[in-house]
């Protein structure tokens, strides 16, 4: 299971940190992602992380203002992000590879393995 938080509304140029608590799997076997839906548009791929933290991918949308992490130990995916823009508003959803999958595999959405609930982030301009 995989459960988001930390949305809500913001000013364009704030900071948001956006958590995903996982639970009922070994949490350092998957890669995890984050993607977004804005309204009316198609889900997208956002940023993602591999197993151990040391490789991350990013959108180019949000490439120098996002980040990614996990805590193992916490079973838990982080995704910070600075310097919001009216286009960023979207839900967030948080994803997990099938076991063992590289992060490539969870840049796109065929690759995920599972999903999250998803966090509504909306930042006013």
């Known amino acids: 299971q995989l459960q988001a938080s930390g949305g809500g509304l913001v000013q364009a140029g704030d900071s948001l940190r956006l958590p995903c608590a996982a639970s009922?799997?070994?949490?350092?076997?998957?890669?995890m992602a984050w993607f977004r839906r804005a309204p009316g548009k198609e889900r997208e791929f956002v940023a993602a992380?591999?197993?151990?933290?040391?490789?991350?991918w990013y959108a180019d949308s949000v490439k120098g203002r996002f980040t990614i992490s996990r805590d193992n130990a916490e079973n838990t995916v982080y995704l910070q992000m600075n310097s919001l823009k009216s286009e960023d508003t979207a839900v967030y959803y948080c994803?997990?590879?099938?076991?063992?999958?590289?992060?490539?595999?969870?840049?796109?959405?065929?690759?995920?393995?599972?999903w999250g609930q998803g966090t509504l982030v909306t930042v006013s301009s």
């Open positions: 992380i591999s197993w151990s933290g040391g490789s991350t």
């Open positions: 994803a997990a590879s099938s076991p063992l999958d590289p992060i490539v595999a969870v840049t796109t959405t065929s690759g995920v393995g599972s």
């Open positions: 009922g799997r070994t949490f350092s076997d998957y890669s």
